[in-house]
């Protein structure tokens, strides 16, 4: 009987131990085949040419948040360094080509029956894409947007607080600016900031060159590299600072996805021939929208007759408000930033309670670091 009991242990425990051999070879086996797999993976992401591709991707990203020393460890300091200084290399270039003129903004006949000539000032349609969700914004007549600042020196202001405030019908947000923390304090614009024919702000002097996005007095859309001297001449009464341009006279100037400068929320401005603009609002950084590269961009643009195309300060500045309503979702956890400048659109824009926050103010001693 107990030689019985001792085979029947000696069964169990031997089961025992080869169901923990089972068990520590399949664990062995998932740790091996993980770090074969890991050693597979590293090797593609930086031996192989579509690897290389999606690492160069993903630093391009990077390099427009504010997180962009992160890129260093994809593709080392010194070729960061490198992509930053050509891809600014490359906006300056496509700023330099010359305005063919290809818009033809028609006058409207006080003759002409109203059905004929009228249009809905404001419309708004869904887009997307593989990695994005956004809305394209058509305003119908130019003349009707105007640049939009602050109220308060010291502090940017919510495009949704300027849209309230001045009674506007719809606002997006505008240029770049000084924001050395990254922490919003969108106080210091970059470049030019002019509303109404005015220049509010100029860091630049009247023969510094500035990357601008505006409009003319006929209602052009100005987007390129000029002159402050020859903006004023141009007769230019709204522009922000932004780049690049990147549909000149109908061509788009972005080759491929590779040369879109990296997945992120976007904020773009563009005009058709008729002289409608558009704007793109692109969420980002969000599980039901990546983002957008400016190659996406550019390809809704040209499909809907873009001929002039620049690209707006994006990121977690990129906001939608219309009819006093944010409709967009802005990738920032905190909300809408803090802003210098924002595209608004009015049924009277000539009466819009729009003031210079900078006038008096020596812009040399702003300190944009502090609120």
Not at 30 to 41: C, D, E, M, N, P
Not at 166 to 187: C, Q, R, S, Y
Not at 295 to 324: C, K, M, P, R
Request: charged share 20%; aromatic share 8%.
């Amino acid at each position: 009987m107990a030689v019985q009991q001792t085979a029947h242990t000696q069964s169990r425990l031997t089961r025992k131990n080869r169901k923990r051999s089972v068990g520590m070879r399949f664990f062995l086996y998932t740790i091996l085949s993980f770090v074969l797999l890991s050693i597979l993976s590293l090797c593609w992401f930086f031996l192989t040419a579509s690897g290389t591709s999606v690492r160069l991707m993903m630093a391009d990203t990077l390099i427009t948040t504010q997180h962009r020393d992160w890129a260093k460890y994809l593709i080392g300091s010194e070729e960061l360094q490198k992509r930053v200084e050509a891809y600014w290399k490359q906006f300056d270039e496509m700023g330099d080509e010359k305005d063919k003129g290809i818009v033809q903004i028609e006058p409207v006949s006080p003759a002409a029956p109203a059905a004929a000539v009228k249009k809905e000032l404001v419309t708004i349609e869904p887009i997307s894409g593989t990695n994005f969700k956004g809305q394209l914004v058509t305003i119908s007549d130019p003349k009707k947007l105007r640049i939009a600042v602050p109220e308060k020196v010291g502090k940017g202001e919510k495009v949704s607080s300027m849209v309230k405030r001045t009674g506007a019908i719809l606002g997006v947000n505008g240029g770049g600016f000084i924001d050395p923390n990254w922490e919003g304090n969108g106080f210091q614009p970059e470049g030019i900031v002019m509303s109404g024919g005015k220049i509010f702000y100029n860091d630049k002097g009247m023969n510094g060159t500035v990357q601008v996005v505006g409009i003319d007095k006929e209602g052009r859309m100005i987007a390129g590299k000029y002159k402050v001297s020859e903006l004023v001449a141009m007769g230019v009464q709204e522009a922000v600072s932004f780049s690049p341009r990147f549909i000149v006279n109908g061509v788009g100037q972005i080759k491929s996805q590779a040369d879109g400068w990296g997945i992120a929320p976007r904020t773009s401005m563009a005009q058709t021939k008729d002289g409608s603009i558009l704007f793109a609002v692109i969420d980002g950084r969000q599980k039901h929208s990546i983002g957008a590269t400016l190659y996406d961009i550019q390809e809704i643009f040209l499909a809907h007759g873009a001929v002039t195309a620049a690209n707006l300060d994006g990121g977690a500045s990129t906001v939608l408000v219309h009819n006093n309503a944010i409709i967009n979702k802005p990738s920032s956890e905190y909300g809408e930033r803090y802003l210098p400048t924002a595209w608004l659109v009015f049924e009277h824009p000539e009466t819009a309670p729009i003031k210079n926050v900078w006038e008096g103010l020596d812009i040399s001693k702003i300190d944009p670091s502090k609120w």
